[in-house]
């Protein structure tokens, strides 16, 4: 059987060279990433003519304030870029596994809610033990509530893109009710939390608004791309995207419980998210704290190809964008929300990209 699936796979593929066959993944990874990079800059353009507007002056307006100087980079850029990093490499753990977490949202929010309550209470520790309690229980947070769909996967065969998807509704009015009951400020005026104390407030880099968040995303990047390039459990779990019985062929594992640490994994992983935006940006919970992270972070993780280094750079591009709208709305006075036009485009063009990869998976899944 293990000789029928490999035989799925071109006999030029399987009989190329270790450099032959790097560099046919960076083409097929590189090629794709420019495509869409090009179509994205000319759709921009071409939407932002066709309404009216100067192209060249608002593209101007984006760049500055996206990359044009080391505050906006610091500042803005890597600010927006930490949370939708560290969302896409959960997104793409899962992914990896053959499982489809749509619940990156939710996931945040889990996170963001226990790295509050748990930061409130840490104003006489050390900084360290104390933004390390408030990250600890924001993965902890992320792995409780994947668990339902997690059990309702394995249990009754739900489908866990539903089931995630779902829970992130959930999870925003759990929000909701925080802010204006257990967790809200001591006047009850406001619907927010306290401000945490500054023994869990993240580092910053000394002039900028880049806190430590993001060095925690470069980490998380590092070992992902350890864990799926340098282990045989990273082999399997790559295993599992191409379907159960390539599992069972290969690494002769339960495909269900690859599926579920894959997922739970991938929730703890996102839950990391809200904590550094809590730690870092906001000092406090709030409703629509996010805005849209989670949705925003699939585009970046499948831009990247679910490659961990690559999710940094996608994770940048698309923070960009953001940190470039608002310029692009202060100084040539083009609306913010174009920028989710580009990111439509973005999404379109890596379905269509994709197809051929994912009928390719199929083949030998049925194998």
């Known amino acids: 059987m293990a000789k029928k699936v490999l035989t799925r796979i071109p006999k030029e593929e399987r009989e190329e060279t270790p450099l032959r066959r790097r560099l046919r993944v960076a083409r097929h990874t590189l090629l794709p990433v420019l495509l869409i990079v090009v179509t994205t800059l000319l759709v921009l353009g071409a939407t932002l003519s066709l309404a009216g507007y100067d192209a060249g002056q608002a593209g101007a307006a984006l760049w500055r304030g996206a990359f044009g100087s080391w505050h906006a980079i610091t500042s803005a850029t890597l600010v927006r870029a930490t949370p939708l990093i560290i969302l896409a490499l959960g997104f793409a753990f899962a992914l990896r596994g053959g499982a489809l977490n749509i619940g990156g949202e939710g996931q945040f929010?889990?996170?963001a809610i226990a790295a509050a309550a748990v930061g409130l209470h840490?104003?006489?520790?050390?900084?360290?033990?104390a933004i390390g309690a408030t990250w600890t229980a924001a993965f902890v947070a992320g792995v409780v509530w994947i668990s339902v769909p997690v059990l309702l996967k394995l249990r009754f065969g739900v489908l866990e893109a539903i089931s995630t998807l779902l829970l992130n509704f959930?999870?925003?009015?759990?929000v909701s009710w925080m802010?204006?009951?257990?967790l809200q400020e001591p006047t009850h005026i406001y619907p927010q939390s306290a401000t945490i104390p500054e023994s869990a407030v993240l580092p910053l880099l000394p002039g900028t608004r880049l806190h430590a968040g993001f060095a925690l995303a470069l980490v998380l990047a590092a070992v992902l791309w350890f864990v799926f390039s340098r282990t045989r459990w990273g082999f399997h779990l790559r295993?599992?995207?191409?379907g159960p019985r390539v599992v069972e062929i290969i690494s002769r594992r339960n495909v269900g419980g690859m599926l579920a640490v894959a997922l739970l994994v991938s929730g703890g992983?996102?839950?990391l998210a809200g904590a550094t935006e809590v730690g870092g940006v906001s000092r406090a919970l709030y409703q629509n704290l996010s805005p849209g992270y989670g949705f925003t972070a699939i585009a970046v993780a499948l831009l990247a190809r679910l490659r961990p280094g690559a999710i940094i750079l996608s994770g940048v591009f698309f923070g960009g964008l953001e940190a470039?709208?608002?310029a692009m709305q202060r100084d040539a006075g083009v609306p913010a929300v174009v920028v989710y036009v580009v990111e439509a485009v973005v999404i379109?063009?890596?379905?269509l990209i994709e197809a051929r990869g994912w009928r390719r998976r199929e083949a030998l899944a049925g194998a």
């Open 170 to 174: 959930v999870a925003e009015a759990l």
């Open 122 to 129: 840490v104003a006489t520790w050390p900084a360290g033990l």
């Open 348 to 351: 379109i063009t890596l379905l």
């Open 239 to 242: 295993a599992a995207s191409y």
């Open 324 to 326: 470039g709208a608002a």
């Open 269 to 271: 992983i996102s839950a």
């Open 179 to 182: 802010v204006q009951g257990p």
């Open 109 to 111: 929010y889990a996170g």
